[in-house]
């Protein structure tokens, strides 16, 4: 008992001498964080389900009961200062906020709505409640030593490098709900509540980050997972039961780290992007570049694995090289695998080092003829095109293609029906980037939705339509929600979280997926502004 408590002793002195020094040495810095502006910037929880009215339209009798809820970043301190250090600048990037729950809960036909949100109650957000401190130094963007400075900082205070943040999706899994970000495991969240209730390892046979983003295969009911690390073994996949039980995890060998933010699933196959945004810790350590970087001039490659293969069996196909943060689908045609995803020339993150932030940015997402670029790898590139990849594995051969041109890229966060995930499917939506809005804050903005009839075949072209949110509204992800025992892909409905920055107040918005450019069946107004966020799902 005294070894214990002498334990205890030395392990506190220790923290609170760590606090110190990470409060000596790291100040704000007269220049301000630009993440957090406007309705980036977060809000506070709202407490108990607030009844809540819809405002303009009505919604739709056989519109399902059930709760529509989005996942974002909601720093619960805000570093609105950048951090300036003896070693350099932190910044707290958009990625980096705690998690917060906004959820909107109706009943059959829309009877009684009500509004909820949550911060997911991470080890890093209980720390913050109890100290009012900001817990975790930030770690994605800044100086290379400061980062590094950072890890060892944060690894000496509280075992882990990064904060948990569970800011980017939601997931339903053996009937139990879960938040999730790839930087740490999922957290389970009561749906009733929106309490957080602990965490899933499967039992300890999951060790690492998992994905924001698993595949559900409806008709195999089964869920494909992966997570990838900056240690090896970098990227494992798994198989979990339809009744939460990890059957099968295997480690792809690969010799490098990468950010894969999302991987595709058809009946038989995992599709793999393995994309030049690496993640290597001797580069960091060494001051020669950051963990996170995208290496222009390395090989882009996608692998197709049998879904219960191995390393040995993943078959890889040399790419254009790019990024792809979003895939839309995967499915089998005939004798061909095919893929559409988000590409584009260079990833939204990092922000490259010694670039002005807000410069690079606004030339990134400006439509650019290449030949008319002063940088084909600045100007332009950060506006993803809807892709096509076809392979071929009898004869070892890929065709990839655009399917969106210069006047129809600009599109982030696309959602399809799930019930057609790994299956060919003919209609994908999503949000299409607002260019000048977005350039004044440095951050993008969505003023509208699309919606895309795929190809047949390769040598069909795509057909778009849009849903315009009206000057200075924007959305968040158009989640596609289907209508009760419905047989046309697209017969439900769009919803999303809007944003009217003109009264500052947010809205549900709900419109006709079959009627898409038709205006909201129903807005239903809210008790305070939701934030610009990321991914969500409905819950029955």
């Known amino acids: 008992m005294e070894h214990l408590l002498h334990e205890s002793l030395f392990h506190t002195s220790r923290n609170k001498f760590l606090d110190v020094l990470v409060d000596a040495l790291y100040k704000p810095d007269k220049e301000r964080n630009i993440y957090y502006q406007e309705n980036f910037s977060p809000v506070e929880e709202v407490g108990s389900w607030t009844p809540v009215q819809v ?75 109890n100290t009012k401190k900001t817990s975790f130094l930030r770690a994605v963007e800044g100086d290379s030593l400061a980062i590094s400075a950072s890890y060892l900082l944060n690894f000496l205070r509280f075992g882990k490098v990064n904060g948990p943040t569970c800011n980017t999706h939601v997931f339903k899994l053996a009937g139990k709900l879960y938040a999730v970000a790839e930087a740490d495991i999922p957290h389970e969240i009561d749906l009733s509540s929106l309490n957080t209730l602990g965490t899933l390892d499967f039992s300890g046979k999951w060790k690492g980050p998992f994905t924001s983003h698993s595949k559900f295969d409806l008709e195999k009911q089964e869920l494909v997972i992966f997570g990838f690390n900056a240690k090896s073994p970098y990227l494992q996949i798994g198989i979990v039961s339809k009744d939460g039980d990890l059957i099968q995890k295997t480690d792809l060998e690969l010799d490098r780290a990468c950010f894969i933010h999302e991987i595709s699933i058809t009946k038989n196959y995992t599709l793999i992007p393995d994309f030049p945004l690496t993640i290597n810790m001797n580069r960091l350590l060494k001051g020669s570049g950051r963990l996170v970087e995208f290496e222009n001039n390395s090989s882009s490659r996608i692998g197709v694995m049998p879904r219960y293969g191995d390393s040995k069996s993943v078959r890889w196909f040399e790419v254009e090289p790019g990024y792809s943060f979003h895939a839309v689908n995967a499915f089998e045609d005939s004798d061909e695998i095919v893929l559409h995803a988000l590409f584009s020339k260079i990833p939204f993150f990092p922000t490259p080092n010694g670039v002005d932030r807000r410069e690079w940015f606004a030339r990134g997402i400006t439509p650019t003829d290449p030949r008319n670029a002063r940088d084909p790898q600045v100007d332009g590139a950060l506006l993803a095109n809807l892709r096509e990849w076809r392979f071929n594995l009898d004869k070892g051969t890929v065709v990839e293609r655009n399917l969106t041109s210069l006047e129809t890229c600009g599109i982030e966060m696309p959602k399809i029906n799930k019930k057609f995930t790994g299956r060919k499917n003919q209609f994908a939506y999503a949000q299409v980037v607002d260019v000048e809005a977005s350039k004044v ?65 947010s809205e549900v918005y709900i419109f006709d997926a079959q009627k898409f450019q038709d205006q909201a069946v129903a807005r239903i107004g809210l008790p305070q502004r939701v934030p610009y966020g990321f991914h969500s799902d409905f819950f029955f």
């Open 55 to 129: 405002i303009d339209g009505e919604i739709p009798q056989d519109f399902p009961a059930g709760t529509y809820i989005r996942n974002g970043p909601n720093p619960y301190l805000l570093d609105e200062s950048i951090l300036i250090s003896p070693f350099g600048k932190l910044y707290c990037h958009w990625f980096e906020g705690d998690g917060m729950l906004h959820a909107t809960r109706f009943d059959q036909g829309g009877k009684f709505i009500t509004y909820k949100n949550k911060y997911v109650d991470t080890m890093a957000h209980k720390i913050e409640k």
């Open 441 to 505: 804050v440095g951050m993008p903005k969505y003023g509208k939705f699309m919606k895309v009839k795929l190809p047949e075949s390769c040598e069909d072209e795509i057909d778009v339509k849009y849903h315009d949110l009206g000057a200075n509204r924007y959305g968040s992800e158009p989640l596609f929600v289907a209508r009760p025992h419905s047989t046309d892909e697209d017969d439900g409905w769009i919803v999303s979280y809007v944003h009217d920055e003109e009264t500052n107040k």
